[in-house]
Nanobody, 127 residues
Framework: QVQLVESGGGLEQAGGSLRLSCAVSGRTFSNYAMGWFRQAPGKEREFVAAITWSGGSTAYADSVKGRFTIFRDNAKNTVYLQMNSLKPEDTAVYSC????????????????????WGQGTQVTVTV
């Protein structure tokens, strides 16, 4: 059974930084792309960032490009989201997701590419 456990969320002031972690078990982590999505109250879930199985390619939503960085440590079965220059509009529940297919070439940026999801971690950014 594949399990994804996020950590690292919390309360931060605008302009600050947070690093989210997502630990994966139950699957050969290094064979699969990983993604981060977020959902703010009253809004639909949106794509934030994704990384291919090799770590060679990444993709970001325009709203976070230049501020957030996704990276992975295959030895630790963990994917990270480094969030800098946080804004109040970044406030949301952030969830990591595990790709459906092994060794996908393109970076999966829509939720339908993902088979497994974490429970989410709350990020709140204050002014």
């Amino acid at each position: 059974q594949v399990q994804l456990v996020e950590s690292g969320g919390g309360l931060e002031q605008a302009g600050g930084s947070l690093r989210l972690s997502c630990a994966v078990s139950g699957r050969t982590f290094s064979n699969y792309a990983m993604g981060w999505f977020r959902q703010a109250p009253g809004k639909e879930r949106e794509f934030v960032a994704a990384i291919t199985w090799s770590g060679g390619s990444t993709a970001y939503a325009d709203s976070v490009k230049g501020r957030f960085t996704i990276f992975r440590d295959n030895a630790k079965n963990t994917v990270y989201l480094q969030m800098n220059s946080l804004k109040p509009e970044d406030t949301a529940v952030y969830s990591c997701a595990h790709d459906l297919a092994r060794h996908r070439i393109e970076v999966p940026i829509t939720h339908n590419f993902y088979a497994y999801w974490g429970q989410g971690t709350q990020v709140t950014v204050t002014v």
